[in-house]
């Protein structure tokens, strides 16, 4: 069974940081490409941020470049999305997807 489960959503003040990981399992993970997803209260899906197989290659979207930085350790089957830097517009339930396949969620809020 192919599982995604994120964790490490919290509330934190504008300006902070949190580490989100996404612990996956049940597919050959070091061969896939993984992505971080986003989805605001009331609005829609938001790609944010991609990792290649090896993690070689890694591109953000611009409302989150050179604040987030996405790493992978295929080793653990781990994804990790690191944000600094938080904005209230940050706010939003994250998600790690490979394949088709998605997790549930993590929530991050950003408010003082």
């Known amino acids: 069974e192919v599982r995604l489960v994120e964790s490490g959503g919290a509330l934190v003040q504008p300006g902070g940081s949190l580490r989100l990981s996404c612990a996956a399992s049940g597919f050959a993970f070091s061969s896939y490409a993984v992505n971080w997803v986003r989805q605001a209260p009331g609005k829609g899906l938001e790609w944010v941020s991609h990792?290649?197989?090896?993690?070689?290659?890694?591109s953000y979207a611009d409302s989150v470049k050179g604040r987030f930085t996405i790493s992978r350790d295929n080793a653990k089957t781990m994804v990790y999305l690191q944000m600094n830097s938080l904005k209230p517009e940050d706010t939003a339930v994250y998600y790690c997807n490979a394949l088709n396949y998605w997790g549930q969620g993590t929530q991050v809020t950003v408010s003082s």
């Open positions: 990792i290649n197989s090896g993690g070689s290659r890694t």
